[in-house]
């Protein structure tokens, strides 16, 4: 059964901290790992990762994707209140039928001023 | 350009009452997807389609049907609602089931049954 899990359930931070994300994962015939921000109704995409060693950078955020210790991390730099949110991360497997997405439970970032 | 759009937003039920909650996306997606989102327990798979005509389970397909007649719609249909329902449910969309086609979601459907 694939597993992807996330840590840590939530953290606190004032504006101006990085935050560090986790998200570690067990699933058979990985295809890529995506993360998701959801803020009060449906999440919107952030990155997807395909390849070990490699960072996607958007602005104050950015993440990596480690292939042989299965896991990846999203960093938060210079937080604003706007990045309260919770982060999700999903993993992709290749199925005959369709591809399947296995999602974490989630981090809940709250960024007080 | 409209996205993924579900209907209703909000919904309470009495248990036994059946109802379809909607979902249409105007982007031309071949693959489109029901999740359920519980406390704690992240988004978790529902049914999905990879094409007008094609569906299969997810992990909690249970008590749940879904049809694709056309490929901008995709409802989701309650048999006979059940406490354990109450969740909120998500329709997501993707342009294909593979290599850089992140989901879309919509605004959620969130639903209340008694």
């Known amino acids: 059964e694939d597993k992807v899990v996330q840590s840590p359930l939530s953290l606190v931070v004032h504006e101006g901290d990085t935050v560090t994300l986790n998200c570690s994962y067990e699933?058979?015939?990985?295809?890529?790992l995506l993360w998701y921000k959801q803020e009060k109704k449906a999440p919107t995409f952030l990155f997807m990762l395909?390849?070990?060693?490699i960072e996607k950078k958007s602005g104050r955020l950015s993440s990596i994707l480690d292939k042989k210790e299965l896991f990846s991390i999203l960093n938060i730099t210079a937080t604003q209140t706007g990045d309260s949110a919770v982060y999700l991360c999903?993993?992709?497997?290749?199925?005959?039928?369709?591809?399947?997405?296995?999602f974490g439970g989630g981090t809940r970032v709250l960024v007080k001023p | 350009n409209a996205g993924v759009t579900q209907t209703p937003k909000f919904q309470v039920l009495k248990t036994g009452q059946s109802m379809t909650l909607q979902c249409a996306q105007d982007?031309?997606?071949?693959?489109m997807s029901w999740y359920r989102q519980d406390p704690g327990m992240g988004l978790r798979l529902i049914h999905y389609?990879?094409?007008?005509?094609?569906?299969d389970q997810g992990e909690v397909p249970n008590g749940y049907n879904v049809s694709r007649s056309t490929t901008e719609d995709f409802p989701l249909r309650l048999l006979s609602a059940a406490p354990s329902q109450t969740s909120v449910y998500f329709c997501?969309?993707?342009?294909?089931?593979?290599?850089?086609?992140?989901?879309?979601f919509g605004n959620g459907t969130r639903l209340t049954v008694t």
């Open positions: 997501a969309s993707s342009k294909n089931r593979g290599y850089n086609s992140p989901l879309h």
């Open positions: 395909t390849s070990s060693g």
């Open positions: 699933v058979t015939n990985f295809r890529s």
């Open positions: 982007m031309n997606h071949e693959y």
């Open positions: 999903a993993v992709e497997r290749v199925k005959a039928a369709g591809n399947k997405l296995t």
């Open positions: 389609s990879v094409g007008a005509g094609i569906t």
